[in-house]
C-alpha cells in the first residue's frame, strides 16, 4: 500500500486492507437493525455486533476483527439530527471503521498500529496528530500511563501532543454494570496555522476534529464504586469514516467529498441552481443528501417509512428532506433522484443496495407522495398555532398540539421543531412525548422488552468455570443439538433455584436445570422455545422453557412435579415431540408463506417479523396497503400447491457469503454468524434460518390463512395455521357449516345463496318496518302540530317521538318548516339506544330577534346531562339521561320568551 488511497471507497478497502495483513478477519457489518439487542433502536456503534463477546454470552472463532459498520444516530444519547446541516460534520447515518481484538493484542498494538496506518500509510502530518489518555479526576480509577508511554514511543509523535482527560470525555462503560474501561482519542488539527496547543480545550474546540476513538476494555463494574479487572482485556477502535475521507481528500467538509458531492449536484440538477446559490442554500442541500442516503440505507435493510420506533425515523428523515426541498422550491416527489447516486456509490461495499434499488426509489417517493397531500395543510395549522403563541406572548408550542399535528396531519415532530425554530420559538418536547404515550395506550400500541441480569450471567459463568474444571464440560459447554433426535440421556450437572444454587430439589420447587448436551430448541428467529421434560428413576421436572444466560451453557427452567431430583444423577432429557412436530410445520409454513408473498406482492413484501408457535404462525411483511380477498386467496392457493408437491427440504451449512451470493434470504435484524444455516425448498425458497423445520413441504397437509391486517404503519401481517390445527379449523367450520345449512333448511353447498335470500327479505322487512314506524311519527306530529304552544305570536312545539332515527328526525324537522316557514321554533327528540338524542329547528326571520336553534339545543342538551351544537337555523345534540327529557322539553316554552325579553 504505497499509494495514498484517494476516493472514499479506496480509503474503505485502505483501512480493511491493512488490518487484514495484521492478521485480523473481515466480517461484514451488521444490519442497521441490531440482531438480538432489543435496547437499541439502530445500530450506533462497530462494537454492537461484538457485544455478546465482551459480554461472554458468545464466542467466535476468531480473536482479531476488522470492518466498516453501518450506523445512525438519530435518538436517545447519541442524537446528532439537529446538528445535521449546520455544519461539516454532521449526519445521521455514517460509517465507522473499526478494529478489535478479544483477548488477543492490547494497548501497544493498537496504538502502534493506529499510528502506523495513519503516518506511514495515509501520510497523516505527525505534527497535526494529538491523542488524549485517561487520568481519574476523581482518583479511584488508576491513570491510563500505559497507554501515555506507548504514545511516547511512537515514531515522530510529540510528548507536547498528549493530552490527559477524565471520566465523562474518555472513560467507556457499556452501562451500569459489565465491561468497561478507558479509552485514547486521536484529534487532528485542522488549523495549525494559529499556533501550539497549550491546554485540552482547545483538543475540544473547533480547531480539531476526533478522527479515531481506542477502546481498552480491562474492567468489569460491579457498583458504581467498585471496579474488578477482567482475566481478559480486548480493544475496541471506532474511526469516523467521512471524516478521514475529508482529511485525505483536503476537502474542508464532509460534504465536498466523493461521499456526498455526486449527491450535492443530483439536487442542484433538479433545482437549476448555480454553484453560487448551492453555496448561499447550503443547509438544505446537506440535509437532502445526508437523508437521502440515510433513507437508502435504512430501506435496503428493511426499515420502511411507519408510525413508531425504526419505522417512524425513516418516515421522519424521508419527511423532514422533503420539506427541505421546499426551500429548494422543490415541491414535488424528488427524493428518489438523489438516493440513485447513494446506491451507485456504496453499492461494492454495501451489496444490499443494489439488490433492493427499485424497494428503496419506490418506498421512497410513496411516502413524499403521502406527505405531499397533507404537508400544505399541516404546516398551515402550525403557522396559525404559532402566530397564536406569538400573539399571546409564548414560546413553546405545546406538546400535545405537536402530538396533534403528527396524529392527524403526519408532521413528524422533528419537521414542527424546525419550523418553530425558523421563528425562533420552542416545542415542548417532552410534553410531546407524554401526549403521544397517551396516544399510544389510546390505540393499543406497545411493547416491552428485557434483559438477563449482571448477577445472573455472572452466577453461570462461575457454574460453567467449575464444571470444565471438574471435567463434565468441555470448553464449547453445554452441547446444542435441536435438530436430531428428540430425546437425550445425560447427567443432572447443576440446579439452581431462586439465584442459588442447590443440591436437590423438592416436589413443586421451581428450578433451572443444567445437562451435559440437549435437544430443546432455544428461541430464537421468532421460533418458540420447546418445552418437554427432565425424568430420572423415580421423578421428573416438566420444562416449560430454555435460554442461554451465558456463552456455553443452557439453562432448562421447570417445575419438579414429583420426587427429588439430585445433582448427579442420569436423566431422560425429552422434548415433547407432538409440540415439537406442530411448531416444524409452521416454520416451514413461514418460509413457504414468504415466498408466496414474493410471487404475488412482489420483492417488498419483506419479513418484517415472525412468530412460530405450535398452534399458529403469525408474519409480519413490508406492504403499504390491505390485501385483497383474491390477493389472500392467491397466496394460500399457491402455499397448498407446493404442500402438495411435497418438495424436500434441503439444510446445510456453508459460509454466509457464499450463501448470500447464491441468493438466499438474509432477514434483517438477525445476527448470522461466519458458516451459516441454510434452508431450501425447490427453486422457490431460500432462506438463513437456524431454525426447526419438517422433512418435506408435504409434511404440512394443510395451510389455512386466518388473519390478514395492520401491524404497524407500512407493516401488514398474516396469521395462519397447517397441520393439525388446520384441521381442527376444517372440522370446527364443517360443523358450524352443518348447523346453519339446517337452520336454513338447505344442503351446505347452498348456505350462502340461501343465507342472501334471507338477508335480503329480512332488509326488505326492516325498510317496510322503518316506512311505517316513520309514517305514524309523522302521524303524531301531525297531531302535535295541533298542540303549539303560541309564545309572543310564534309557534313553539317541543315534542318526544317514539321509534325513530335521527335520519328520520331530520326530515320531521323540514315538514316542521313547512308547515311554519316563519314564526317558528320546534324542539324533536327521541330515544336511541337509551340515549335521548334531539334537533331544534328555528325558522330564518326569528334568528334576527336573538332566537337560535345551537343555543336552544344546548339548553335543552344541558338539561338530560349532553351538549350539541349546530347552524342557528338547525342543530343537534345528545344527552344520557333519557328519563330527564320530558321536563328538559317544557322548558322549551320558557327559553323562546326570555330572549323575546
Known sequence: MNNIPK??????????DFFKEKGHKFVKSSSLVPGGDSTLLFTNAGMVQFKDIFLGTEQRDYNRAVNSQKCMRVAGKHNDLEDVGRDDSHHTFFEMLGNWSFGDYYKKEAISWAWELLTDVWKFPKDRLYATVFKDELKEIPTDEDAARYWLEQPGFKESHLFYEGRKEIFWEMGDTGPCGPSSEIHYDLHPELGPVKDKETINSERFIEIWNLVFIQYNRVSPDHLEPLPATHVDTGMGFERVVA??????????????????????ALTGDSDQELDRNITPYRVIADHARAAAFLIADG???GNIGRNYVCRMIIRRAFRFGGHLELHKPFLAEVAKPVIENYKEAYPELERNQQ???????????QFQETLENATYRLENMLHDLKEQGKETLPGDQAAHLYTTYGMPLEITRDIAEEKGLEVDDQGFR??????RLASGKGESMGDVG???????????????KEGKLDSEGVHYDPYGELEFSGEILALVHQGERIERAQPGQDVNVIVPRTPFYLEAGGQVSDTGMIAGENW????????????????HVGNVRNGNPEVGEEAAIIVDSQRRKDIMRNHTGTHLLHAALDEVLGEHARQAGSLVAPDRLRFDFTHNEALSNQELETIEEIVNQRILENHPLRIAHKPLQEAVDEGARALFGEKYGDVVRTVKMGTFSYELCGGTHSESSGDLGIFLITHEGSAAAGIRRIEAVTGRKAYQLVQRRFRELDKAASYLSTGPDQVAEQTKAVLNELDKTHHELESIRERLAFLELNQAFEKTSPVQGIHVLSVTLKDVDMEALRRMADRFRQ???EQGVAVLATIVDHSPQMIAAVTKDLVARGIRADELVTFVAEQVDGGGGGRPTLAQAGGKSPEKLEEALKSVAGWVERQLA
Do not use: C, W
Not at 472514499?8 to 480493511?16: L, P, Q
Not at 482529511?247 to 442542484?268: E, V, W
Not at 421436572?541 to 430454555?546: K, Q
Open 819 to 821: 308547515e311554519y316557514p
Open 540 to 555: 421428573q421436572i416438566d420444562i416449560r422453557d430454555v435460554y442461554q444466560p451465558a456463552a456455553g451453557v443452557i439453562v
Open 434 to 439: 407524554e401526549a403521544m404515550e397517551e396516544h
Open 303 to 305: 426499515v420502511v417509512p
Open 359 to 369: 424497494i428503496i426509489l419506490k418506498t421512497i417517493t410513496r411516502e413524499e407522495e
Open 7 to 16: 476516493t472514499g471507497n479506496e480509503i474503505r478497502e485502505s483501512f480493511i
Open 247 to 268: 482529511i485525505l481528500q483536503n476537502s474542508g467538509s464532509n460534504y465536498k467529498t466523493d461521499l456526498f458531492l455526486p449527491l450535492l449536484r443530483a439536487t442542484q
Open 454 to 468: 449482571g448477577k445472573e450471567v455472572k452466577l453461570y459463568r462461575d457454574l460453567l468455570k467449575d464444571l470444565q
